[in-house]
């Protein structure tokens, strides 16, 4: 070993290379301190003081992903305090001490016990103790040290972000940039060029290429055309080792969608194109499709269609269909087969949206001609006018004509026409037409007031072909005369205040809000002024009449209905007022007061009626307000009439309508036997009561016992039983063929999981009339009533339980011993029909 000298207290660390394992040996010395004064002396102890501690180890790099069977040797510890006698122990703690690395604790050699991945951690930081054997303490202060992973190309290249799709417009010039990719190298790009990646294309050229160092994937071609190829699919590599031999490489696909553009201009499959069109076609009716083909798409293949010229271009025109680009060829005229037999057009497809760096190759448009070629139909008859218009007075006679249509049938053949009313449109009857001349006569009197037009609808028919037929509105006025008389607006209720003082206002509010509804031109003073006369009410009148000069009415007071108390007076402008003439009213003098009053027009000749105003004299409060108008009778008598009336047939209405649900409801629950009408010929007496059951847990409501164990209670009571229907021996024993039967139907019923869980009334249908069982009924015919039929025994019901009560109770004993032959109670509803068994069953058991 070769030692240094420096003239500062430093550490030397020589680096010796042992032979054949390349590993590096560091040792640290302390060096020995100078004298203050000047030079060095001579090594002895007593001139020096000198600390050694030195830590040697070997090696601080292993090799990442080592394959070998043995533990990989990673380097050496020692101590210069140790003698090689076994009394210095080396331990190694930190960052995989023990899991990964091991120490010789009497040599201090490190080794791996598993493989590294520098990927996962690049380096562990260590810490190493020398301890004395015996006592355990530190014979070296703890030292720290890291031992880095080496990297070797063991990761390929990863494109993270692959499959890559990238667009990139058609005829796009050489070198546009397409997409860029990228791949990642998990080495360490620090050491060496395991890292160190280089790009190339391994499918797609030589339309692509991709920039070898950036990866940019780029054309390579100029005349990229998506109508022949419309995507690409592109192999990229990336290899490290700046792609030398031996390097490792990945690759990730690359799919270019070519967009379009405008490069293509449209055209017409064929040059010329012929339709056939019917003449009967109607306007705005699409006759014929024509189609451009444009190999481009979307926007750049959007079409205009139009026009150039031809002998039908105000006859049809054209539009595009946005959907299809298809032109669509629509009727803008009718069409007559007998005028015009062809039509010719010159139509021109376009783009509507043109890329000006390709005008160069030519126009982006092509023309075509269409012919169009009518076909000849039987057309219906064809009004002159499909609306006319007529007048007719409303006191014109019947019969009187009232205009004429005329139709043509515009065929060369010309066929006769025949005319018409459609009868949903003249429903009254109030017109007739002549089928031969169209001639429109009335067949009622009209009457303006209530029709004022008449719309009617005239059919025309060819007699040669009664399916052609063809129709025209006909719109008929009716002009008005003089045959309304006047009345008056409104219905008026008036009243006056007897006894009134001077000023004393006389009109109710009601009477105020009647005149309100008057159109008079100035403000009225509705106060009643006992002095004075005074204004009661105001009237106006209307007529159905409309005459073309307008409405003037004349009012005034019949003659031979002239009253003292009131007078009229006319205000020339449709109205009348009603004055009082001095002096007071009283209730026990007149009551009600009628003025006829005669309202005439100014027609020639004129028309009058008569109509009666009421007014009632009523007592008032100090204010004028009517108090009562005969004994504390309500003011609006009439009105309170006309409500009591209202309520009236409310509440007949209502009535009926109660009986009806009522009906209804008993209709419902009625429930007919289950036998046949035919066998209906037995009478007998049905008893019906409303006791119901208590449901599982009543036990008191009747022996269920009894119910299930016929045969039992039968053996038990067996003379009741047989005494139960009659006391002969044949009758007797008839009775029991019912038991089998009610048992059959019980058991049925408990069986039934589809019956209700409550207590239900099963009713059987059993034939009675000439059956051996005879009849359990005690009223079995007309002749039930004699002394043998009395001296049936019924103390088996009140075996039953409490829910036979009733009818044990009914036929329970009568005054004077025995039982009776009828049960005691009345009405008793007689019914023709079989036996009915009625047979209470507890699903709940």
Same mark, same amino acid.
């Given at each position: 070993m070769d030692l240094l000298w420096f003239l500062s207290a430093l550490s030397v660390f020589t680096l010796q290379e042992r032979a054949g394992t390349g590993a590096m040996t560091l040792?640290?010395?302390?060096?020995?301190?100078?004298?203050?004064?000047?030079?060095?002396?001579a090594c002895s102890p007593a001139q020096h003081s000198r600390r050694r501690r030195s830590w040697v180890w070997n090696q601080f790099f292993?090799?990442?992903?080592?394959?070998?069977?043995?533990?990989?040797? =990673?380097?050496?510890?020692?101590? +210069?305090? @140790?003698?090689?006698?076994?009394?210095v122990r080396y331990v190694l703690t930190g960052e995989g001490a023990a899991s990964i690395f091991s120490i010789d604790e009497s040599t201090g050699d490190i080794h791996a016990t598993r493989r590294l991945d520098r990927e996962q951690q690049a380096y562990y930081t260590l810490r190493a103790q020398a301890r004395n054997r015996d006592t355990n303490r530190l014979v070296e202060p703890e030292s720290q040290f890291i031992i880095k992973v080496q990297d070797v190309n063991d990761n390929e290249p990863k494109f993270l972000d692959g499959p890559y799709t990238a667009r990139v417009a058609e005829r796009s010039p050489v070198g546009t940039s397409v997409v860029t990719v990228v791949a990642t190298d998990a080495d360490d790009p620090t050491y060496g060029n395991s890292a160190r990646l280089m790009y190339s294309i391994l499918q797609g050229q030589p339309?692509?290429?991709?920039?070898?160092?950036?990866?940019? =994937?780029?054309?390579?071609?100029? +005349?990229? @055309?998506?109508?022949v190829r419309d995507s690409h699919l592109l192999v990229v590599q990336a290899k490290d080792m700046i792609g030398q031999i031996g390097g490792l490489s990945g690759s990730t696909s690359v799919t270019v969608i070519l967009t379009d553009v405008n490069d293509n201009p449209p055209h017409f499959p064929r040059r010329s194109y012929q339709f056939s069109v019917r003449e009967s076609e109607l306007v705005s009716t699409v006759v014929a499709k024509i189609r451009a083909v444009d190999p481009d798409e979307g926007p750049n293949a959007e079409l205009d269609y139009r026009i150039l010229d031809g002998d039908g271009l105000g006859t049809f025109s054209i539009t595009t269909d946005s959907h299809t680009q298809e032109g669509l060829i629509t009727l803008h005229k009718n069409?007559?087969?007998?005028?015009?037999?062809?039509?010719?057009?010159?139509?021109?497809?376009?783009?509507?949206?043109?890329?000006?760096?390709?005008?160069?190759?030519?126009?982006?448009? +092509?023309?075509?001609?269409?012919?169009?070629?009518?076909?000849?139909?039987?057309e219906p008859p064809v009004f002159h006018s499909s609306v006319s218009w007529m007048m007719v007075s409303e006191a014109a006679a019947v019969g009187t004509e009232v205009g004429s249509v005329l139709a043509r049938d515009p065929d060369a053949t010309n066929s006769p026409i025949r005319y018409s009313i459609d009868r949903q449109s003249n429903l009254e009857r109030y017109f007739h037409i002549d089928s031969g001349t169209g001639?429109?006569?009335?067949a009622q009197p009209l009457d303006r007031e209530t029709v004022a037009v008449h719309n009617i609808t005239v059919v025309a028919t060819e007699r040669l072909d009664p399916s052609l037929t063809g129709k025209a509105v006909v719109l008929i006025s009716v002009t008005d005369v003089n045959d309304n008389p006047p009345s008056l607006a409104i219905h008026y209720d008036t009243f006056v205040c007897e006894n009134s003082e001077p000023g004393q206002t006389l009109l109710s509010d009601q009477m105020k809000s009647y005149a309100s509804l008057v159109p008079i031109s100035a403000s009225l003073n509705l106060d009643l002024v006992l002095l004075t006369p005074q204004i009661v009410q105001t009237l106006s009148a209307v007529d159905r009449d409309e005459p073309e000069e307008g409405q003037h009415f004349l009012f005034s007071l019949s003659e031979a209905g002239q009253n003292l108390s009131f007078t009229l007076r006319d205000n020339k402008d449709n109205t009348a007022s009603i004055l009082t003439r001095p002096g007071g009213f009283l209730q026990r003098d007149q009551l009600l007061h009628l003025l006829p009053v005669v309202?005439?027009?100014?027609?020639?000749?004129?028309?009058?009626?008569?109509?009666?105003?009421?007014i009632t004299v009523c007592t008032c409060d100090a204010a004028g307000e009517p108090r009562s108008c005969r004994q504390g009778a309500p003011l609006l008598l009439l009105v309170s009439l006309q409500s009591a009336v209202t309520a009236a047939v409310l509440t007949c209405i209502l009535t009926l309508l109660g009986v009806v649900v009522v009906t209804a409801a008993i209709r419902r629950r009625r429930r007919d036997p289950l036998t046949v009408v035919a066998e209906r010929c037995v009478q007998e007496n049905i008893v019906c009561y409303d006791d119901e059951g208590g449901g599982e847990e009543d036990t008191e409501a009747f022996d269920m016992l009894a119910l299930r164990h016929l045969n039992t209670t039968g053996q038990s009571h067996q003379t009741q039983a047989r005494t139960l229907t009659s006391t002969s021996e044949p009758t007797s024993e008839g009775n029991w063929l019912f038991l089998p039967f009610i048992r059959e139907r019980l058991q049925q019923a408990d069986l039934d999981s589809a019956a209700p869980p409550f207590d239900s009334l099963q009713t059987y249908a059993f034939e009675g009339s000439g059956s051996s069982a005879a009849s359990l009924s005690s009223l079995n015919s007309l002749d039930s009533f004699n002394s043998q039929e009395c001296q049936q025994n019924y103390d088996l019901l009140k075996e039953w339980g409490p829910r036979f009560r009733k009818l044990a109770d009914l036929y329970g004993h009568r005054e004077g011993g025995g039982w009776p032959c009828s049960p005691q109670i009345t009405p008793v509803e007689w019914r023709q029909g079989p036996v009915l068994i009625q047979t209470p069953v507890d699903n709940q058991e």
């Open positions: 040792k640290s010395v302390l060096l020995r301190q100078l004298r203050p004064g000047g030079g060095a002396s292993v090799l990442e992903e080592f394959t070998g069977n043995d533990p990989l040797y =990673v380097g050496k510890l020692h101590s +210069d305090v @140790d003698k090689g006698d076994g009394q339309y692509f290429s991709v920039e070898p160092k950036t990866g940019v =994937v780029r054309t390579a071609l100029p +005349d990229l @055309d998506r109508e069409l007559d087969f007998e005028t015009k037999s062809s039509y010719m057009l010159r139509v021109e497809a376009s783009n509507l949206y043109v890329d000006a760096r390709f005008l160069s190759s030519g126009p982006f448009s +092509d023309v075509a001609t269409v012919r169009l070629l009518v076909q000849n139909v039987d001639v429109i006569t009335t309202i005439s027009d100014s027609s020639r000749p004129p028309l009058s009626s008569t109509n009666t105003l009421s």
